[in-house]
């Protein structure tokens, strides 16, 4: 990407932004922030509100290099090594400063001392880490994770795993004795007694479970609206996280609505939402989120425009979700998605990205969203066209009774029927006599928007003819149908809906 490219890209997790040479202690901080986690560049001479490459004196340049050296080395502990290099944009001068993934976490500055300089980044700041995240990246250089971390606080043989055990032998058809117990890492032997690590408590029924692990939960909620001020119902899934991932699925199921569409010449009824895409991003949620961030739940909102889930923890660094079809994976707990993926409640080659991906293009209406907010990653199921049904939802007259507006309604609709009757007579006479694909079109979008192609294949057609075509830029300009994204034609998630004139349309064919 080159630097025209970049300078459009907010600043975040791996990317900022500064007019001229910071100051040494926030130099250090970002650096020790970008090496705790994904990485990251920093552009010198590039103005960040309003963005503008402002340039570099070339006289400094030598000077400014030695001086990111010495800041580095002198206040950043273990030692980073960065990538500095010279940069030409518009016959202005940049220093690009760009830090790797460090593997000795975790860093901090000398002059503060490991709990109170260590740095990491959320968003586009450098924050202080906490003992939680300290522990966390000390964790992480050992390449352990925190739910293989003992629990001695009662062995093994003392915890509630009943379900759990039924639940495995349910989906693998294999006993989980104490020999699969050890094989799976859920226990470990000190002083010849077994223990349970984070993972098999947190599987377990017991009461350590709820007095370790309170904040290991799923809120769901169903707003009324598009905000969270009102709630129409909400619930605490508090099982073992085994049962989490469908208990939270089955609850969006209750509150999104399904409907018709048309594939090939049949109707078949469909959900409104991807819902095998938000049962894998549920999953995720529970399988991959930081058990070490005490007091954060996942939680699930639905509101009438769309579905969000969030979930404690942000993406690995080796996830991208810009790029779902790669079959990408990374464990965070890495014995608890070995146990996921055996009992098949996640994909064992990392799929699920791209099954999310491969849904998606079968809603186009559906628009897929993802950020990283705070210490948290967040997934948004948007509904592009709830503003325009909105709207021809709308009733002109909300003021008034509705007594009032009934007969409202009636004079509206009499005067539609009415102007119709006038403009499109021929049409309403040729499809009473003969109905052709004009009508047609309107009965197959009546339900759910369609694409020019899903139309052409109701249809029976191997490809988008040129009569189609005719017929679909005629009931536009008779404004009986309507694209789903206006101002767009070629918009690859572009479709067609039937208009309030076309509903009026066809209730006039009917009488």
Known sequence: MGIKEIIKQPEGRRLEFKEALPVSADLANTIIAFANDAGGELYIGIQNNPREIVGLPEEELVKMEEQISNIIFDRCYPAIIPDITFLTEEDKLIIRVTVYRGSSFPYYRKDKGKHNGTYIRVGSSNRLADEEIIAELERRKRNISFDSELVVDKPASELDIENFKQEYKDKTGEKLDIQALR???????????????????????????????????????????????EFIDQKSILTNIATQAEEAYNFVLRHINKGAVVEGVYTVSRWEYPVKAIREVLRNAVVHRDLSLSGKDIKVAIYDDMVEITSPGLLPPSIDYAAMESRQSDARNKVIAPVFKRMGIIDQWGNGLKLIADELKEYPQIEFRWKETGLSF????????????????????????????GELQGELQGELQGELQGELQGELQGELNNPTMYSEILHKIMEVPLSRKEISEAFGQKKISGQLEKIVSKLIEDKLIENTIPGNKNHPKQKLRITKRGIVFLELLKK
Do not use: W
């Open 183 to 229: 094989k799976l890492e859920l226990i470990r032997e000190v002083n010849g007694v077994e223990y349970p690590t984070n993972a098999l408590v947190l599987f377990s029924d017991d009461e350590l479970r709820r007095s370790l692990f309170p904040f290991v939960k799923v809120e769901c909620a169903r707003f009324k609206g598009v905000t969270s001020e």
């Open 378 to 405: 967040q997934v948004q199921f948007v509904k592009l066209d709830y503003a325009e049904q909105q709207e021809l939802q709308q009733d002109p007259r909300q003021e008034l009774g509705q007594g009032q507006q």
